[in-house]
């Protein structure tokens, strides 16, 4: 990252302020590291999930690698090597070339050529959550001390922004436990009486066999009648709490949440619309990077737009899902420019060739920009 002093520490207050307003743990992770690479100009970054010992890696979120050599790599690092020294030593690590030190293991077959290396661990109340790595200074022989300094800041504000996805994760949770249970002690009680109350009408039933027959046939019926609606509510219920939890965590819900929080630096409550079968289309992948999107696209409209309104539109079609952000605020300088400076705009470029889709930013004659952002999706 180029520029003085004052732009770096613009750029770090920016970058917490990104990752702060995120309540999606898996997609603030993935917002850290982005913005970490950014931060430093790196090439290539990732950040390494501990297991609950804190032994080993349990999760690896690469910036900068693209699939087909992810996939030619292989099987993800479990923390071996440099990676493995911050595990260690949670204490930031900064290196002009990482195939010198004496930990290093070397890099598997296809892997991408490394030498810089900029690492600091995330704390989330004291433990070590996770690690930063940053590799391969491209604009410059090696990171700076300013450069592990902006890291470690933004590692700072990262292990906030973790803990309070992690508290918003543990409230829906709560809140579904709570309302299963709700609903469970409902079902139960109308089973049990329906249940009592079919078991009564059959054993009358019974006497009624010899000296009328057809009395006893027309109370079974309506005791299997019965039996049939009450096995229909169970399966309803049942039906509802799937559907109750999978909305909860569905992408209809997630950017929902990510604009709802985005009333605080926005200033207004974005207007969200949405058309097609998105959470039954839109697999876990495509939705983190739909849902960073959207954050990071908001974000740029509350810092450089100026804009009273803003519209979030997202649909899933046969074959893609298409995302178009507008809003009414002083648009690019130019058809050329974005107020999506920089490394912003670069992030949702990137994001939409990462699964082969488009991006681009319009300005409105009258004042304000349309921003498009499609990735195909398949037609299975």
Known sequence: MSGTEPDRSQQLLEAVVAIGSGLDLRATLRRIVELAT???????????????????????????????????????????????????????LRLPDLTRHPESAGFPPNHPPMTSFLGA???????????LYLTEKTTGPEFTSADEQLVVGLAIAAGTAIENARLHEQVTDLALAEDRQRIARDLHDTVIQRLFATGLSLQGAAPLLERDPAAAAERIDRAVTELDETVRAIRTTIFALEERERANRG???????????????????????????????????????????????????????????????????????????????????????????GHGLRNLEDRARRHGGTFSLRRHDGGGASLFWSIPIGTG
Not at 48 to 64: H, K, M, N, S, Y
Not at 86 to 92: K, N, Q, S, V
Not at 121 to 131: A, S, Y
């Open 38 to 92: 950014d931060l430093v100009d790196a090439r290539y970054g990732a950040l390494g999930v501990l297991d609950p010992a804190g032994e080993r890696l349990a999760e690896f979120l690469t910036v900068g690698i693209d699939d087909e050599v992810r996939h030619r790599i292989g099987h993800l690092p479990e923390g071996h090597g440099i990676l493995g020294v911050l595990i260690l030593d949670a204490r930031p």
């Open 121 to 131: 661990p995330i704390l989330v109340r004291g433990r070590v959550f996770g690690n």
């Open 251 to 341: 992408l209809r819900s997630r950017v929902l949440a990510v604009c709802e929080s985005a009333y605080e630096t926005l200033g207004f409550a974005p207007r969200v619309t949405f058309d097609g079968v998105l959470d039954a289309r839109v697999m876990d992948e495509v939705s983190d990077d739909v849902v960073a999107t959207v954050q990071e696209a908001l974000s740029n409209v509350a810092r450089h737009a100026r804009a009273r309104s803003a519209t979030v539109d997202l649909r899933a079609t046969e074959c893609s899902v298409d995302l178009t952000i507008v809003d009414d605020g002083i648009g690019p300088e130019s058809a050329g420019a974005s107020p999506l400076h």
